[in-house]
């Protein structure tokens, strides 16, 4: 062989040997898995629905439930607030409300100074459910898990994980709110309760209701999105929440997605007499709607099915073994982890577990985009340092 022909063997073998190397060098990285938080939000959501199954509002066993959800605050060492409130027939139930404190952004004022100002982000979701004892044919197995065991789940793992978010600018307020199916007294009772100081810094509203018991989760919009000049504004964190699922990979790490309401129906959806299209936003009233009809912000989630050419054909699932109500869920004996889990968990995923993450997920990293109306800290120095 000759000298040249060698040499070029000697690079070759070179390159056959580096090329593999190379190659599992770039395999073994290893990407961060994103909502990794393990059961303890779907641990939660299914103790509350079996200990508390028939938790309507104003009975005993919604009282007890919200003590429950008290003390399991408590147990994560957070002070709780507990607001009580009465219907108009006597009823009485309580909110449980965890302030907590976040560093502040800044603004500048009409002189050019820095202005230290708060921010507020409201996460709620209500604890009691649809039915009381006795309402329901026992072999239902009835327990709310969906509506809102589920959504409870999801206030736990944020309150749990916002421990790892140190640089979080905003204020935030979680709510476990009593009553939400009495047209969402809770909702109401707190929004009553805020000072025009407080309800005038809140960014957002988020609202998490029965997101296991629907084929799709989906993020919605207020209906104080249809006015066409303030369109986006109602919308930029809706926005924020679908950039977030898609820009950290969750379909292709827990299979999660996170799905727009693009029905694109039109009718007069919130009744001023004109036509407005089914988009990005849902019917499904929920804790959500006092803050709405503020003119706040919201982003809601649930889990259903909008993909239909009417608002009559719309439903939670078109799963074959759930028609028994129209494929409704929600509100209906179905809502137990007897009827859902079978369908819901396999060997490899737990689909109560996956969800409560990802939407805790979705919020958490929501809200470090900061606000609409104020600078983080840090993006203060940046605006300093370029001055």
């Known amino acids: 062989m000759s000298y040249l022909k060698k040499i070029l063997c000697l690079i070759l073998s070179?390159?056959?040997?580096?090329?593999?190397?190379?190659?599992?060098?770039?395999?073994?990285?290893?990407?961060?898995?994103?909502?990794?938080?393990?059961?303890?939000?779907?641990?939660?959501?299914?103790?509350?629905?079996?200990?508390?199954?028939?938790?309507?509002?104003?009975?005993?066993?919604?009282?007890?439930?919200?003590?429950?959800?008290?003390?399991?605050?408590e147990e994560l060492g957070y002070d709780v607030s507990k607001q009580d409130f009465t219907n108009l027939y006597g009823g009485t139930s309580s909110n449980y409300i965890v302030n907590i404190p976040g560093k502040g952004f800044f603004s500048i004022d009409d002189f050019g100074n820095p202005v230290e100002v708060r921010r507020t982000i409201v996460i709620g979701a209500h604890y009691d459910d649809s039915f009381s004892e006795g309402q329901v044919d026992p072999s239902y197995a009835y327990d709310g898990i969906s509506d809102n065991s589920s959504g409870i789940g999801c206030l736990f793992t944020i309150a749990d994980q916002i421990r790892n978010y140190p640089d979080l600018a905003f204020d935030v307020i979680i709510v476990a709110f009593g009553a939400g199916n009495d047209n969402f007294a809770g909702a109401r009772a707190f929004v009553d309760s805020l000072t025009d100081e407080v309800s005038d810094s809140i960014d957002c509203m988020y609202c998490i209701d029965s997101i296991y018991g629907g084929d799709k989760v989906y993020a919605s919009a207020g209906f104080n999105s249809l006015i066409m000049n303030q369109k986006y504004q109602m919308r930029r964190k809706l926005y924020q929440a679908y950039d977030v699922c898609y820009d950290s990979l969750l379909y292709s790490q827990h299979g999660f997605n996170l799905y727009y309401n693009e029905s694109g129906v039109i009718t007069d959806l919130n009744g001023d007499s004109f036509d407005d299209i089914y988009r990005e936003v849902s019917v499904n009233r929920s804790d959500y709607v006092p803050f709405d009809e503020m003119n706040i912000p919201i982003v809601y989630f649930d889990s259903a099915d909008y993909f239909f050419d009417s608002m009559e054909d719309m439903k939670d699932s078109k799963n074959l073994h759930l028609q028994e109500f129209g494929g409704m869920v929600r509100s209906t004996p179905l809502d137990s982890r007897q009827t859902l889990d079978p369908f819901m968990i396999t060997e490899d995923c737990d689909l109560l577990e996956i969800r409560i993450n990802c939407v805790s997920y979705v919020i958490l990293e929501s809200m470090m985009k900061g606000s609409d109306y104020a600078m983080t800290y840090s993006e203060y120095q940046s605006l300093q340092n370029e001055m």
């Open 14 to 73: 070179l390159v056959v040997f580096i090329i593999p190397v190379a190659s599992c060098s770039d395999d073994a990285e290893e990407v961060p898995i994103q909502a990794d938080y393990g059961s303890y939000g779907a641990d939660i959501a299914r103790e509350l629905s079996t200990l508390y199954p028939y938790r309507r509002a104003y009975t005993p066993e919604e009282a007890s439930a919200g003590e429950y959800i008290r003390g399991e605050f």
